[in-house]
Every structure is written in C-alpha cells, then in structure tokens.
C-alpha cells in the first residue's frame, strides 16, 4: 500500500465513545415521621469525557498514544497502537506524517524526539504472535533500544540494549536514560531488581552507538519493597537529575534521583495513592504525574495531575477525565515553553500504555494554585 494512502486509511479511523449509563440513586426510606429525608447521592456523569470537554482542552487525533512533542513545539510524535507505527502530528495543519512506514519492523512501544530531530525508539527485536497475551508480554519485555536518523531515510540503528518501559531522553544533549529488570537480564537479576543506566549517544555517518554508560541507581541499595524502577525524564535545565517511578511501592511513588550523589528522595509522598511520573516541565520545579488513591488497586483509572519536585507531596489536578465511569487520562507531556500539555485518553481494561486519541490542554487556563 502506498505511503499516501495508508496516511489517508489511518486519519480516517473513526473513534465511536460507548456510552456508560449510570444507575438513578434508590429512594432513601423516610424512618421517623419527623426526621429529615436524606439526599440522594449524585449519580456520576455517563457518556465519554471526550464528549464534555472544558474550554481549555481539544481533541487533536481520534486514536493514538505515547504522545512526544517537537522541541519547537509545532509537532506532536506518537504511536498508532500497543506495538504500531510511529506518526508525526502537524499542529498547524493537521496532518499525519508516517514516519516508520518505509522499513520493516515488529512495532513500537515508544517513540522520543532527541535534541538534533533524531528518534529514540523502543521495540521488539523479534516477530511473535499479536493475538497471544503471553507472546504479547515477552515482546514488550524485549523492546530494544535503536535510534532513527532525523533524514528518516535509512533504517534505525540499535543501540544493542534492552529496555524496560520507557527511556528518559535528555532534551539538550545526547544523553539517555534506561531500566533494565529482572525481565531483560533473568541470568543476574532476580524478581523486582532494577539498575538504572545513563549513557551519551555519540552519531558518526548517520549511524549511532552508546558511550560512557554507567549505572546510576540500583534497586537493591534502597532498601524498600518494590516491583520495579522506570525512568522517565531528566530534570532540565542542567540535566542533573532524573525523575523515577517506583512500582509498588506505597502504591506507587514518584522519586528524584541526583544523578551526582547518588540520592533518592521520594516527591509524591502519597502512600494511599498511585503517582506516576510523566512529563517534565521546562523550569525542572514540577512534573505532570497520573494519579489516582489506589483504593487496593495496582493499576487504578487515573487523572493527570502536576507534582512539584520540592518534596512536599503538593499537587494540582489538570483533567477530570476519571469522572466519567471507566475512563482515564494518561501520558501526559508538557511543551518545552511550558505552555501545552498533550495527552491521551484510555479506558478501563486497556493494555498497559494503550490510547484511544490525543488531546491538547492549554496550561494558561488552568489556574496555578491547586
């Protein structure tokens, strides 16, 4: 098929939102012929939250996920599905550019823009079964990283790396960030160790290679019971720290790691709530995390939220996408000047990381105190 035509066939795929009806509140029984009648419950919006959007939030693309922005903030780099192509989004114009059309592959789970207009990119080294849940899950835990030429012409390079979840990229130098688990290295790792790498990209004639990779964090020296270490941003402007998630740990802390000494501190602080680190924002005081109180649950719906990397704990709520009974928003990614926030929403059952199209907040309207 024709690279034209695929672009024609994707943008025309059209989300249909099931409706959610919920029950009318039951009659409270009046007891004493005196005593007050008790109001009944609010019954929670129905519908897709999609549909009720606030004035400060758009829809931008009707299917898609993991969104990233351009460093000029023009373009908006995402995956078609779990294991997809990779799309660019034209915010001026609205249009789809493919961008991992013209090589084969086996899919991706991440996509990032690196500082030049190159591509990090994260998946499978391997063919295996779309339809098998197991095969679906070792695919995912055998993502390589490899880097895509900003020409977009030649295939990508691998970088000879597995990683779990997704890397941090550095937004002004050649730097990455990655996990490595018990999933990628069963020979040295046991269940629930993670090591943390840092290393530089060096790029000779279009091809790309790690150099001076060191190991910045190990899970075993923190002394806490966890599931896993993902990284997710360094924290700009100097580049000197990284934002950590800890899976299953208090239900799921946001963590500052000081890439000089060694020191981790918690920034979420929130036993009783799953808080994920997402994107960063440019002055390096906050991030945008998904969260939600777990309520027992590993994996609850959540709401984008901004945390402030000062470790208070203080955070500000940004979409109410939770409202609507079996939706979520995640992913959220903020702008380099600070002023979007891109997004996707996600449903109740979804594979981890899925998404059912991007929307676009506009941070000036949400008011800065929470």
Not at 105 to 122: E, K, M, N, Q, W
Request: include cysteine; hydrophobic fraction near 35%.
């Amino acid at each position: 098929m024709k690279t034209s035509a695929l672009v024609s066939f994707v943008s025309s795929v059209v989300w249909l939102a099931s409706s959610c009806a919920s029950a009318r509140p039951l009659p409270v029984r009046q007891e004493a012929p005196r005593a007050a009648k008790s109001a009944p419950a609010e019954s929670p919006p129905s519908g897709s939250p999609a549909d009720h959007l606030p004035a400060h939030i758009k829809r931008l693309t009707q299917f898609g996920e993991r969104p990233d922005w351009s460093h000029d903030g023009k373009r908006i780099l995402f995956l078609s599905k779990v294991f997809g192509d990779v799309y660019e989004y034209d915010l001026e114009t609205g249009s789809l550019i493919p961008v991992t059309l013209h090589f084969r592959h086996y899919g991706f789970t991440r996509a990032l823009y690196l500082p030049g207009g190159d591509i990090l990119l994260s998946g499978p080294r391997a063919p295996f079964d779309e339809r098998d849940r197991a095969d679906r899950e070792r695919a995912r835990n055998g993502c390589e990283l490899s880097v895509l030429s900003r020409t977009r012409r030649a295939t990508p390079t691998p970088l000879g790396v597995l990683a779990s979840e997704g890397p941090a990229v550095s937004r002004y130098r050649m730097r990455i960030a990655w996990a490595e688990t018990w999933r990628q290295r069963p020979d040295d790792l046991k269940d629930s160790e993670t090591e943390i790498f840092v290393a530089e990209l060096t790029a000779d004639a279009g091809t790309f290679a790690l150099t001076n990779k060191r190991k910045v964090l190990d899970s075993r020296q923190m002394g806490l019971r966890i599931h896993s270490l993902e990284t997710q941003n360094f924290v700009p402007p100097h580049d000197e720290a990284l934002t950590v998630t800890v899976y299953g740990f208090q239900g799921t802390e946001t963590y500052l790691l000081d890439l000089k000494t060694g020191v981790y501190t918690n920034q979420s602080q929130a036993p009783n709530d799953y808080d994920e680190a997402e994107g960063i924002f440019p002055d390096g005081l906050s991030t945008a995390v998904e969260s939600a109180p777990s309520r027992g649950s590993a994996w609850p719906l959540v709401d984008v939220y901004r945390l402030w990397l000062d470790g208070s704990g203080r955070k500000q709520q940004l979409t109410r996408f939770t409202d609507y009974p079996g939706y979520k928003a995640a992913q959220p990614i903020v702008s380099d000047d600070g002023r979007s926030l891109v997004f996707q929403m996600g449903r109740s059952g979804d594979e981890a990381g899925e998404g059912h199209g991007l929307f676009l907040l506009d941070l000036g309207a949400v008011p800065a105190v929470p």
